[in-house]
């Protein structure tokens, strides 16, 4: 099975301040990845596909980077609604594998 | 509009079984490969299993392959969990999603809102 490993578990940041989450691949996934935002009490929604690819509806301030085993996800001058919790996930093989989280708290 | 709806959640002793039901509207359920994921309380998300639209393929995450069988009826766009010998390790909200491919990629497009197992005696 592929291991998603992400970091940081956590991270405070402030509004309009930018942060960075990263997600390592156990094995080779080329850029198989998606990231989801989860807030509390509701279901994800995705956010990237393919690494880098926005989905509809998102707001250009997100962005996602990587191939192979490292990928980054990237939220420039962070909004209130954007304090959230964000997995990423890969689509490469079965069993697909999320990433452990990441809680992204207003400081 | 798309609408998954999740139901069968409860509490249910340890050993014993409890199906769940996704029933899918604003779409043509039978040309989407569907999928089960899970978040046990305070934690991450784990994914479950996957069907194929046609229900001919299935494949199992390793924590619940041989205990929880994944089916459909696409007559009546349901999606259906069957989970036997549970577990305190199976309690979760449980989260039916709808599979799209985009440039190749699958993706989780829409989502339920989840229905709860606890395992409790």
């Known amino acids: 099975d592929i291991q998603m490993t992400q970091s940081p578990s956590s991270v405070s940041a402030s509004v309009g301040d930018s942060v960075t989450i990263t997600c390592r691949a156990s094995?080779?996934?080329?850029?198989?990845v998606a990231w989801y935002q989860q807030k509390p009490g509701r279901a994800p929604k995705l956010l990237i596909y393919?690494?880098?690819s926005l989905h509809s509806g998102v707001p250009s301030r997100f962005s996602g980077s990587g191939s192979g085993t490292d990928f980054t996800l990237t939220i420039n001058s962070l909004q209130p609604e954007d304090f959230a919790t964000y997995y990423c996930?890969?689509?490469?093989?079965?069993?697909?594998?999320f990433g452990q989280g990441t809680k992204l708290e207003i400081k | 509009q798309v609408q998954l709806v999740e139901s069968g959640g409860g509490v249910v002793q340890p050993g014993r079984s409890l199906r769940l039901a996704c029933v899918a509207s604003?779409?043509?359920?039978?040309?989407?490969?569907m999928h089960w994921v899970r978040q046990a309380p305070g934690k991450g998300l784990e994914w479950v299993a996957v069907?194929?639209?046609?229900?001919?393929?299935?494949y199992y995450g390793d924590s619940v392959r041989g205990r929880f069988t994944i089916s459909r009826d696409n007559s009546k766009n349901t999606l259906y969990l069957h989970m036997n010998s549970l577990g305190g390790e199976d309690a979760a909200v449980y989260y039916c999603?709808?599979?799209?491919?985009?440039?190749?990629?699958?993706?989780?497009?829409?989502w339920g809102r989840g229905t709860l197992v606890t395992v409790s005696s």
């Open positions: 604003g779409f043509t359920f039978s040309d989407y490969v």
């Open positions: 996930q890969q689509a490469n093989s079965f069993p697909y594998t």
């Open positions: 094995h080779e996934i080329s850029s198989w």
């Open positions: 069907i194929w639209d046609d229900g001919s393929g299935k």
């Open positions: 393919v690494a880098s």
């Open positions: 999603a709808r599979e799209t491919t985009v440039q190749s990629q699958s993706i989780f497009d829409f």
